[in-house]
Antibody, heavy 120, light 112 residues
């Protein structure tokens, strides 16, 4: 059974770079049938798509975050990663990694989420 | 990219049916049959309930159904149960020239 697990610092200082990794287990990140995405949820608010990546390295970003976001994939480790630069308190959120199907683009498998707080 | 529009809250009594709407534009919901719905209980990750407008993943109750008309998608839950109380989010593909995804603002379902 496919599982996704987010990892990374829970506290990031303002203006610094947030870095998270999603480890995929029970399946291969190199499958041609899926994209891999990052979604976040600020406290008490809704879901926001951050961006997604294909195993080949092709990346797609939310236009509102594009200037600050980098998503990368490491197929040898079965992981993909998120970097968000110049963070502010507005970037405080639960960050989820998830799998998109290629055909319907639905997010069918999610990680449990990791809370990141931006504070000095 | 603007968020899809959902009602902030809906409610219903056990056994009743409710419908949650999700309004987008001709650039997202109206152009693609790539609308999905997610259920989220407090403190938990979202769970896929409907994909490609009206398809149900294996294991999801047939009390959940989806539809679309024009720029508005809908999620209907019939035979409401206490365990259905949760937040529900719609999501649509929105990329005409590139891969782009947009979520709705979410709807809190209260089972009275």
């Amino acid at each position: 059974q496919l599982q996704l697990q987010e990892s990374g610092p829970g506290l990031v200082k303002p203006s610094e770079t947030l870095s998270l990794t999603c480890t995929v287990s029970g399946g291969s990140i190199s499958s041609s049938s899926y994209y891999w995405g990052w979604i976040r949820q600020p406290p008490g608010k809704g879901l926001e798509w951050i961006g997604s990546i294909y195993y080949s390295g092709s990346t797609y970003y939310n236009p509102s975050l594009k200037s600050r976001v980098t998503i990368s994939v490491d197929t040898s480790k079965n992981q993909f990663s998120l970097k968000l630069s110049s963070v502010t308190a507005a970037d405080t959120a639960v960050y989820y990694c998830a799998r998109h199907t290629l055909l319907g683009l639905e997010l069918d498998v999610w990680g449990q989420g990791t809370t990141v707080t931006v504070s000095s | 990219q603007s968020a899809l529009t959902q009602p902030a809250s809906v409610s219903g009594s056990p056994g009743q049916s409710i419908t949650i709407s999700c309004t987008g534009t001709s650039s997202d919901v109206g152009s693609y049959n790539l609308v999905s719905w997610y259920q989220q209980h407090p403190g938990k990750a979202p769970k896929l309930m409907i994909y490609e407008v009206s398809k149900r993943p294996s294991g999801v109750s047939n009390r959940f159904s989806g539809s679309k008309s024009g720029n508005t998608a809908s999620l209907t839950i019939s035979g409401l149960q206490a365990e259905d109380e949760a937040d529900y989010y719609c999501c649509s593909y929105a990329g005409s020239s590139t891969f782009e995804v947009v979520f709705g603002g979410g709807t809190k379902l209260t089972v009275l």
